[in-house]
């Protein structure tokens, strides 16, 4: 049994930060790709960020320059800093472990 616990979600004005972490635990030795994906109201889930386990990283258009991504492999640990927020970024995220665990999701509003 895998499980993803995700924190670090809130309401933030626009411009402002916040930090999300995706812990794994459970039955899981090795982790290719990690990512954040997110799922705004009446929209499709969609990629923000992935990392492999060399490092590589890749970023949806809308974030890119604004979110980085990083992991701990010691932790089993993915993260994704959000700066320069803005209202568009308003959704749900959810951690993805190698492209078949998801985490419970965590609300991202941006709001003044």
């Known amino acids: 049994q895998v499980q993803l616990v995700e924190s670090g979600g809130g309401l933030v004005q626009p411009g402002g930060s916040l930090r999300l972490s995706c812990a794994a635990s459970g039955r899981i030795f090795s982790i290719n790709v990690m990512g954040w994906y997110r799922q705004a109201p009446g929209k499709e889930r969609e990629l923000v960020a992935t990392?492999?386990?060399?490092?590589?990283?890749n970023y949806a258009d809308s974030v890119k320059g604004r979110f980085t991504i990083s992991r701990d492999n010691a932790k089993k640990t993915v993260y994704l800093q959000m700066n320069s927020l803005k209202a568009e970024d308003t959704a749900v995220y959810y951690c993805?472990?190698?492209?078949?665990?998801w985490g419970q999701g965590t609300q991202v509003t941006v709001s003044s």
């Open positions: 990392i492999n386990n060399v490092g590589t990283t």
């Open positions: 993805n472990i190698a492209g078949v665990y």
